[in-house]
């Protein structure tokens, strides 16, 4: 079972980002997990499971190919940050 926050982290962008398993956003978001830079249905923050699937299924119609590429990671106890790059998949 994943612990640490940044195992959690980099497992939501592999499981929910690239493989698209919504399923995994109930088991690797918290309640009061917040996500920076998204808007949720409250606001500009998505908060718990269910803001975040709001927005994961928004941005999966725009772009169901999409691929996550972590460039940086940085944790702190219970706080982590991650800068990524976003991109569709070359059309065919």
Do not use: W
Request: overall charge negative.
């Amino acid at each position: 079972m994943l612990q640490d926050p940044e195992s959690v982290l980099r497992a939501r962008y592999e499981l929910v980002g690239n493989q698209g398993c919504e399923d995994a956003i109930d088991k690797l978001l918290a309640e009061e997990g917040m996500t920076h830079g998204l808007r949720g249905a409250e606001g500009n923050t998505a908060r718990g499971p269910a803001s975040f699937k709001h927005i994961f299924q928004t941005f999966r119609t725009a772009f169901p190919d999409l691929r996550i590429t972590l460039d940086d990671v940085i944790s702190l106890r219970d706080i982590c940050v991650v800068r990524c790059t976003i991109m569709q998949a070359q059309l065919q």
